[in-house]
């Protein structure tokens, strides 16, 4: 770029009109014209200097000018004079963007897809020139797509072919560019991606004039246009796009929008998500919500039905007499399930959860003789597939606490209510009926051994005596939780946590301070009481880190997530604490000035999970709404603090993992537990010596895909006293892979048994409403100092950008392979190495 003037610039650059880029076209010239002076050398070697190379080399450059010639090279010049406007269109490419709008009010052919459309408006199309052509000499312009991101696909400032210029062919753009906006492919909308990405780069642009010590002179900025091309549907809602757009306007951008779609939504019933328990017990009941959602479709019914391969295993007709989301309560028996399934093992194979491959969705009848079922709507989203591990092995847990608290009662009831749980429940200390506890191996007494501690999946730990709890309980428990135990500690208004922590013996470490997540030792917490006043505490508030949880999702029709925790009862006190240093705190109360302490604080220990609860009061909960989100809270975390169990066993091996469903790139942790060898245990005489056999084992898990093996993961010893491997594959595509295991010192034929999972794309609402969203465009747009228009009134918002560009772009195309002086070079060179060859005596 050389500078004509203080407001003027001229960029030049050779263009070649063959699709190869620029690097390749000259990469290959030379090479050619190497070639053809490396055959050359080989009659003129003889000669001397300089003909010897003079002449290879003439012959050389002639084909090299030659290839160059039939790539058809141009010459393109590009003078900026003043400060044209620039212009970023952001266009909208996620899977809405492909839908067809069949009602009127929409811009061009209806029968094509909104990105066509909005393609054609930019770029033009067989009966129509493009804004990009129309704004090309006074305007610089970029064009972004975005889904979830945002990302850059063509400018103006490096355009190889001008988009527009042959207005009745739509392959006149780059290629890149073509691909990236033939098919709307993205799985989501992040309407605030392009404005981010356009807010970065000016904060970006504003920090390096700073540090040139360049002042930005409004009177010379150029005016900064951004228009949001969508329609409208935030499927992701990471953060306010509005809130953003005003950002951006505030570094000096308008954002316009141009709404893209139907006004009205298309007729339309789908199932829109599935809320069901993860586990289920095998002789219970399966209950949950069907959320269906319905538009354009009134006065009707239509049947919910849930099936399990070809049978339907409940349904429900429902009437639909409004637009809207409906939640539909299903609740049927598994044992019918598990009895079709229970035979198809393999002999010797036992397990402890059966995985039910389920489907959710939405019919109705033809009105035809055969009473056929046919989908309602657009069939993309009228069933869902889920699935629940139904166990045949209860869930054992244990409660402790020093008094029969309210929070106590409602936990023990909800657990004890639950047939897939054995609740053992034992209160010792001052006022209730054990005043000193009891040890041993027998319902309500304290475990005495690390044997009976282990027949448990969970403890709840309350507030206990603590000069009843000694150093061998903690010992215990401590290995409890680290061999896969999950531990939830209940803080309340007596303060013993508080005095559990504190160590009796300052020449031992305390176990149980090591073991909680949280500390009352620090100086901070020294002026703050353990207990803070009713009228202070506001909410329970989810941080970022636990808001990525589904232990902190409540309710799946709340979004953010933070919206169903603000409507809670906020606790009447709180014991202040201050997490450890490897703890995550994941949810906050929040007091009247906004002063957070940590309410739900959370850390691995070993390979189990101690969470910690600064108040008692999730009974509050149930104020007007009974159970349900108390115990849906309660059921999530009993399953993050839980190690799954193992799924499967057979005579050798017992293998779990996890999860059952992954989304897709996500990682499944195996878990293997060896019971015996090939000759019937193994056997030693110490946990030491066990631990050198284990050590001297290979176990790999192996990933089978279609009864092919698709990947194989190298499991390292967890716990030689309990024989137990673990692994973790590597992110997974989707598909549905069986696990099984390969240990040294075993038979194939001996390792029979394997586990299923799936892996997903996670579900998305990008298609659950397709009309355009007004409002919120009209938000965005208002919020950036622009205006907002429907795609069928899209030129007014071009009347209004096109006079804002204080500058002219011209533009021009010298074509280099059409010129006589080119040619005429290459013949004078040509002549020339002939009439050396003549004079050296070269025929």
């Not at 070697?45 to 300089?50: D, E, G, M």
């Not at 909005?118 to 129309?134: N, V």
């Not at 469903?661 to 996500?666: K, L, M, S, V, W």
């Not at 989707?734 to 029979?752: E, F, Q, T």
Request: glycine share 6%; hydrophobic share 40%; proline share 5%.
């Amino acid at each position: 770029m050389s500078s004509l003037s203080l407001d003027a610039y001229l960029m030049a650059d050779l263009r070649f009109t063959v699709d190869w880029p620029v690097w390749l076209v000259v990469t290959v010239s030379i090479a050619m014209g190497i070639a053809t002076m490396m055959l050359y050398l080989r009659e003129t070697r003889t000669l001397s200097s300089p003909w010897s190379w003079l002449l290879p080399g003439m012959r050389g450059t002639a084909v090299v000018l030659a290839c160059l010639l039939l790539a058809g090279p141009t010459w393109h010049r590009r003078q900026v004079i003043g400060t044209p406007a620039r212009v970023v269109w952001a266009i909208d490419r996620s899977a809405s963007m492909g839908e067809s709008d069949s009602q009127a009010s929409t811009q061009g052919d209806s029968s094509e897809s909104r990105l066509r459309r909005a393609t054609d408006l930019l770029f033009g199309g067989p009966e129509q020139r493009g804004w990009i052509d129309r704004l090309s000499e006074t305007h610089a312009m970029e064009v972004h797509v975005f889904d979830r991101q945002s990302r850059e696909v063509w400018d103006s400032d490096s355009n190889e072919l001008v988009p527009g210029s042959e207005p009745d062919s739509r392959s006149s753009y780059d290629s890149s560019v073509a691909d990236s906006l033939e098919h709307a492919d993205g799985t989501d909308t992040d309407l605030s991606s392009p404005l981010q990405t356009a807010l970065d780069r000016t904060l970006r642009d504003i920090s390096t004039l700073a540090e040139n010590d360049h002042s930005n002179d409004s009177d010379q900025a150029p005016e900064r246009i951004l228009v949001l091309m969508s329609d409208g549907r935030d499927s992701v809602q990471r953060v306010d796009a509005a809130d953003t757009s005003r950002k951006l306007a505030q570094s000096g951008w308008q954002v316009h929008a141009v709404g893209m779609g139907s006004l009205d939504e298309p007729p339309d019933v789908g199932v829109v998500d599935v809320d069901a328990p993860q586990r289920v017990a095998d002789d219970g009941r399966l209950a949950g919500q069907i959320y269906l959602k319905h538009f354009g479709v009134r006065d009707r019914s239509v049947r919910v039905q849930i099936r399990s391969g070809d049978t339907v295993v409940w349904s429900q007709e429902i009437a639909i007499d409004t637009d809207g989301k409906t939640p539909v309560a299903f609740d049927f028996p598994v044992d019918q399930l598990m009895n079709r399934i229970s035979g198809q093992d393999l002999r010797g194979v036992d397990r402890d959860s059966v995985v039910l491959p389920l489907t959710a969705e939405v019919v109705t009848s033809t009105g035809d003789s055969d009473g056929t079922a046919t989908m309602v709507g657009k069939p993309g989203n009228d069933s869902i597939d889920f699935r629940v591990a139904a166990a045949s092995r209860d869930r054992e847990l244990l409660i402790l606490d020093g008094s029969s608290r309210w929070e106590i009662r409602y936990l023990r009831n909800l657990f004890t209510r639950d047939p897939a749980w054995r609740v053992d429940t034992i209160l010792f200390g001052e006022g209730t009926d054990q005043e000193k506890v009891k040890r041993g191996e027998d319902p309500g007494q304290l475990p005495g051994s690390s044997r009976a501690w282990s027949r448990y999946d969970a403890v709840v730990l309350g507030e206990i005596p603590a000069n009843q709890w000694t150093r061998e309980d903690a010992l215990r428990l401590s290995e409890f939780v680290s061999r896969g135990g999950g531990l939830i500690v209940i803080d309340g208004r007596y303060d013993r946590i508080r005095t559990l922590l504190d160590s009796p013996d300052p020449e031992q470490p305390n176990l149980m301070a090591e073991l909680i997540p949280v500390r009352f030792d620090s100086d901070d917490l020294a002026t703050n009481p353990p207990n803070n006043p009713v009228s202070t505490i506001q909410r329970i508030e989810p941080t970022d880190a636990g808001a990525q949880h589904p232990v902190m999702l409540l309710d799946s029709e709340a979004k953010p997530i933070t919206k169903a925790w603000q409507s809670l009862p906020a606790p009447q006190s709180i014991a202040a604490s201050e997490p450890q240093l490897d703890a995550e705190v994941w949810a906050e109360a929040v007091d009247q000035e906004d002063q957070r302490q940590p309410w739900l604080v959370t850390r691995l220990f070993g390979a189990g999970r101690v969470f910690y609860l600064a108040s008692d009061e999730t009974w509050r909960w149930r104020y007007k709404v009974e159970s349900r989100l108390h115990r849906r809270f309660w059921t999530q975390l009993m399953t993050a603090a839980m190690q799954p169990p193992y799924a499967v066993r057979d005579e050798f091996v017992a293998i779990g993992t996890d999860k059952v469903d992954y989304d897709i790139g996500q990682s499944a942790t195996i878990r293997v537990r060896l019971l015996q060898d090939n000759q019937g245990g193994i056997n030693a005489s110490s946990n030491a010596e066990a631990g050198s056999i284990l050590d001297a084992t290979t176990v790999d898990a192996l990933l089978l895909e279609n009864e092919q093996v698709v990947g194989t993961i190298a499991m390292r010893l967890e716990d030689p006293q309990r024989r137990t491997y673990v692994g973790q594959t590597l992110p997974l595509p989707a598909g549905k892979y069986d696990v099984r295991i390969r240990a040294s010192g075993y038979d194939a034929s001996a390792l029979k048994a394997s586990s299923p999972i799936w892996v997903q794309a996670p579900r998305s609402g990008e298609l659950d409403r397709t009309s355009v969203d007004e409002p919120s465009l009209s938000r965005i747009a208002q919020a950036g100092g622009g205006r907002y228009v429907h795609e069928s009134s899209v030129e007014e918002l071009f009347d209004q950008i096109a006079p804002l560009s204080r500058g002219r772009i011209l533009e021009s195309d010298t074509a280099l392979w059409q010129t006589w002086w080119v040619f005429l070079s290459i013949v004078c060179l040509l002549a020339l190495e002939w009439w050396a060859r003549k004079k050296v005596g070269l025929m």
